[in-house]
């Protein structure tokens, strides 16, 4: 049978390059190996700096709160809280009000780490060495885009 435009475009959809998802994937993986080498001076892994950034915002808030933020379930979170608490850069403790809440509180360790996490941007920038601007409405596409899929997934 003789290929016709929409067989060739079919293929063509079904190759590893056309994949928007291997596009972000990959990105991710490119991105990763930047921030593990910055965050190294911080003693920290990408998604334990997530969560210091999660509290840098917002100290005192409960492990459903940070994991809704990080979009993690509290399975993959509570590893990575205790090896935070571990390095004594926060506390647990049970909330007073409802014993099932842990709420989670930067130490005065966590706070100071702060400081040395703030060029991490800069550098960030840098690496990817694209104009600011684009970068914004680069992130405002992929969060829309993330939120479509969310909802398509709900």
């Known amino acids: 049978m003789p290929k016709t435009a929409a067989s060739d475009a079919q293929d063509r959809a079904l190759t590893l390059d056309e994949q928007l998802c291997f596009a972000i994937y990959s990105a991710m993986h490119a991105l990763n190996k930047v921030y593990r080498e910055l965050l190294q001076a911080l ?30 379930e ?54 990817m060495n694209q104009h600011p601007a684009e970068l914004r409405q680069l992130r405002e596409q992929i969060v829309q885009l993330r939120d479509s899929l969310l909802q398509h997934a709900a």
């Open 43 to 72: 003693e920290l892994t990408y998604p334990q700096y997530l969560v210091m950034l999660t509290l840098w915002e917002a100290d005192s808030l409960t492990v459903n709160e940070i994991g809704a933020r990080l979009f993690l």
């Open 74 to 127: 509290s399975s993959t979170l509570t590893p990575l809280l205790k090896r935070l608490e571990a390095a004594g850069l926060l506390t647990r403790t049970r909330a007073a009000e409802d014993e099932r809440q842990v709420l989670v509180t930067l130490s005065a360790a966590g706070r100071r780490l702060r400081a040395k996490a703030r060029d991490i941007p800069a550098c960030m920038l840098q690496a």
